[in-house]
């Protein structure tokens, strides 16, 4: 699904990715570490299709509109409820039965009590679960997560890692972290970014 070979990007004068070869086949689960400013999420914006590289070839096997994306903001708007924003989304990705599968996530991601809630009151774990399930609201084939335990709490990074679970070898997994032994048993492959 993914193979990309030197891939580069800069800014102009600064090199923000140096020469990476990426190979992910179709339901892999690769993880990406390094420290920060090693380009990990450069790297994620170039696989989600938000950035092109500068050098080197890249191939994402998959149409933009069956890739999900987590990014460091949590994309989601702050005035809407929880439901208002997957709603908008699922219209934008045109999902039949959205209201089922809105219904689902906020209940899997222990959102539903809180659905008809503004965003602007949620902790900022809350968002992040959100977030999620935006990024997963419309089943894609790729899911690239940047950083995807990012202020969670335990029930919170609990109820990720058992959605990783089940998601491991049915869809292509791309996930940036900086605590990799915690998807360990689920990975197909490890990208170590200097």
């Known amino acids: 699904m993914i193979r990309g070979r030197g891939v580069e990007k800069r800014y102009g004068r600064k090199r923000v990715l140096r020469g990476v070869d990426i190979s992910v086949p179709r339901g892999g689960f690769a993880v ?9 999420t450069t ?64 209940e899997r991601f222990s959102l539903w009590d ?38 969670l709490d335990e029930d919170g990074a609990a109820l990720l890692d058992h959605e990783l679970e089940s998601l491991a070898g049915q869809q292509t997994l791309v996930v940036a972290t900086h605590d990799p032994e915690r998807m360990a048993a689920l990975e197909s492959s490890r990208l170590a970014l200097a």
């Open 32 to 40: 990406v570490t390094g420290p920060n400013g090693s380009g990990k």
């Open 114 to 151: 809180a659905r008809a809630e503004r965003v602007a009151t949620y902790s900022r774990g809350m968002t992040q679960r959100l977030a999620l399930c935006r990024a997963l609201l419309h089943e894609p084939d790729l899911l690239v997560l940047d950083e995807p335990y990012s202020a």
């Open 43 to 106: 790297l994620l914006r170039l696989l989600a299709g938000l950035a092109l590289p500068t050098r080197g070839d890249l191939l994402v096997d998959t149409d933009r509109s069956h890739i999900g994306y987590l990014a460091h903001e949590p994309l989601v708007y702050r005035e809407l409820t929880a439901v208002e924003n997957l709603d908008l989304y699922g219209r934008l990705y045109r999902i039949p039965e959205r209201r089922e599968r809105i219904g689902m996530l906020l």
